[in-house]
């Protein structure tokens, strides 16, 4: 079990510092990298192995695209403030923290609107 856990976390790590290093010499290819569903399609794999059943991916993967959504404009606040020259730790944050606030909305207006999340 500790093993699982330990290449699991290698998996990640390795999978975030290749996008890093990719990112110093061809920024887009690592965007691509990035926006590919890899960390999702990995989770699956890793479920399915630990919970084989439909259901539970159905799940895990309809909730992934609703909760996909309100990161979205986190990207394009950044780069907009980062382009008027503000700094690129509180951009990160206001990116953060306008993510976190549309994931507050869609967890109360999802079920409203008939989402299971």
Known sequence: MIGELVAKALLSG????????IGKRLPVLAAL?????LVSIIA???LWREQPGGETIARFSQATFWLVLPSLPMYLLIAVLLRHGQPFWPSLAFGCALTAALYLIMLWQGPRLGLSL
Do not use: C, G, H, R
């Open 44 to 46: 699956m794999i890793l």
């Open 33 to 37: 990298v990035t926006a590919l569903p």
């Open 14 to 21: 390795a999978l975030i510092a290749a996008i890093s290093e």
